[in-house]
């Protein structure tokens, strides 16, 4: 058994680091569906069917916990396979399999509060509208930001936090291609400006809500005033995944070491800035 990992491409790698870091003694899966890449401009069926079938994949491979390193997958896919697919896959598997999103995390981490908390609007605000006094800015694919899953989730929460998507078409894809760093500083920047200009300022606090971004951090840390609060998912997915192996010691998630890397699409070495990024040449297998 082991811990699956699945993404577009090797945007969730940034988030697959992290649980390596924390977890080193199991056995991890990760699989990129890259034929695929990437879902951010794909529509909802599509990202559905997808992220179902690199699911499916995972758990033949012996996954019995999968995580969605990819906010597109989580923000439209997730709760419709745990809600009409999971049921049936564990009865088809006999054994106890999950699925877990990485935007929960995120939101826990941009508001400092559990999930499960939810704003008596009545009794906290006495009825009155509250004015934001801290802006979120949130930099992710076109389909998650059509979501608009930060903006409600957060305002579920915290009233005082006004969230601003800013879709960043065609980034990941630079990304997931190794384009230059010169050419991805240009795009980087004019997005931060973009949501500059449509907020009048520069946001407090900063989600990167593509698990690709992760993998340039530092532009977009340049392009963004210092001292501007960045949430990062790969930490906050981490802590969370802790906690959620605390109450659930039901999954088996292997214990040798095992490292498998998968792709739906070219397999061999990936892009000089990915095995940068991950600390040592890396290559994937056949899925």
């Keep these: 058994m082991a811990i699956g990992v699945f993404d577009s491409g090797v945007g969730g790698l940034t988030v697959h680091r992290e649980l390596v870091a924390r977890f080193p003694e199991r056995d991890f899966i990760y699989l990129a569906d890259q034929i695929n890449a990437p879902y951010g401009a794909r529509g909802g069926e599509d990202i559905v069917n997808l992220t179902r079938a690199g699911c499916e994949r995972l758990f033949e491979a012996g996954a019995s916990v999968i995580v969605l390193a990819c906010n597109t997958a989580s923000a439209i896919a997730l709760r419709r396979l ?14 106890a399999v999950n699925v877990l999103g990485i935007i929960v995390p995120t939101i826990e981490a941009a508001t400092g509060l559990p999930w499960t908390y939810e704003a008596d609007r009545q009794e906290r605000f006495g009825g009155e509208k509250v004015e934001a006094i801290d802006i979120t800015g949130v930099f992710s694919t076109a389909a998650t930001a059509r979501s608009r899953v930060y903006e409600i989730e ?3 929460r915290r009233q005082d936090l006004a969230v601003f998507s800013e879709p960043c078409p065609g980034l990941a894809g630079l990304i997931e291609l190794g384009a230059p760093t010169e050419e991805l500083k240009v795009v980087v920047d004019d997005h931060v400006e973009a949501l500059r200009r ?5 946001p407090d606090t900063a989600i990167l809500g593509c698990t690709h971004y992760e993998i340039v951090a530092d532009l977009f840390a340049a392009a963004l005033p210092a001292g501007t609060r960045v949430i990062h998912q790969p930490t906050a997915v981490a802590d969370a995944l802790e906690r959620y192996f605390a109450r659930h010691p039901e999954f088996g998630l292997g214990d040798t070491g095992r490292r498998d890397f998968l792709t739906t699409g070219t397999t061999g070495p990936q892009t000089d800035r990915v095995s940068q990024f991950w600390g040592a040449p890396l290559s994937f297998d056949a899925a």
């Design 82 to 95: 745990q809600q009409t697919w999971l049921p049936e896959a564990r009865a088809r598997h006999g054994r």
């Design 154 to 156: 957060i305002d579920k």
């Design 198 to 202: 449509r907020i009048g300022r520069h």
